[in-house]
C-alpha cells in the first residue's frame, strides 16, 4: 500500500504545481484587464475580482506549504510568460486595447473562476483535502468562486455583444 499513497502524493503534487501555474496566469490576467479598464465600472468589479483571485492563490499556497509541497517556480514563470505571450494575439487593432480585447479578456477569466470553482472541489472532495484539512473552508472557496463568476457575467455578455454584434443597436443590459 506504501506505493500507492506515494503515486497519489506524486500526482497530487504535480496536479497542485500545474494548477498554481494557472492560478497565477488567472492573477495576471485580472490585474492587466484591471488596468486596461481602470474608472469604469467594470474596472470596478475587476479590482474586486483580482483581489480575491490574489487571495485565492496565497490559499492555494498555504495550502501546498502544509501539504509540504513545494511550488514549481518554471512551471509559475511559464505561467507568467504564457499571459505575456496573450497580449500580443490579433485584436483587430494594430496597437490598442479593442472590444475584442475585453471580450476576450473576461472570456478567460471566466473560464478560469470555473476552473478554480472545479480545483477546489476536486480537492475538497476527490483529493480529500476537506478531510486532511478540516480548517480549510473549501465550501466558501467555491462560494467566492461563484461570487466572482456573478460579478463578471455581466460584463462578459456585454462585452461579446459589443464585439461581436452585427447590429450596434443591440444592447444587454447588465444591471
Do not use: C
Not at 479590482?47 to 511550488?71: C, K, N, Y
Not at 505571450?85 to 478560469?112: D, H, P, Q
Amino acid at each position: 500500500m506504501g506505493g500507492y499513497h506515494t503515486a497519489v502524493d506524486k500526482y497530487l503534487s504535480i496536479y497542485l504545481r500545474d494548477q498554481l501555474a494557472l492560478g497565477v496566469s488567472w492573477r495576471e490576467l485580472a490585474r492587466r484587464a484591471r488596468g486596461n479598464n481602470r474608472g469604469t465600472p467594470l474596472g470596478e468589479a475587476l479590482t474586486e475580482v483580482s483581489v480575491g483571485i490574489a487571495e485565492d492563490v496565497q490559499t492555494f499556497q498555504t495550502i501546498m506549504r502544509r501539504l509540504g509541497i513545494r511550488p514549481n517556480p518554471v512551471k509559475i514563470g511559464l505561467g507568467v510568460v504564457a499571459e505575456r505571450i496573450g497580449r500580443l494575439k490579433l485584436n483587430g487593432r494594430l496597437a490598442g486595447y479593442s472590444a475584442l480585447s475585453r471580450f476576450l479578456e473576461l472570456e478567460i477569466l471566466t473560464m478560469g473562476i470555473d476552473s478554480k470553482k472545479q480545483l477546489w472541489v476536486t480537492l475538497r472532495d476527490l483529493a480529500g483535502l476537506g478531510a486532511r484539512l478540516p480548517d480549510v473552508d473549501f465550501d466558501g472557496l467555491i462560494d467566492r468562486a461563484q461570487q466572482q463568476r456573478d460579478t463578471l457575467e455581466p460584463f462578459r455578455i456585454r462585452a461579446g455583444t459589443n464585439a461581436f454584434a452585427t447590429r450596434p443597436s443591440v444592447h444587454i443590459d447588465s444591471r
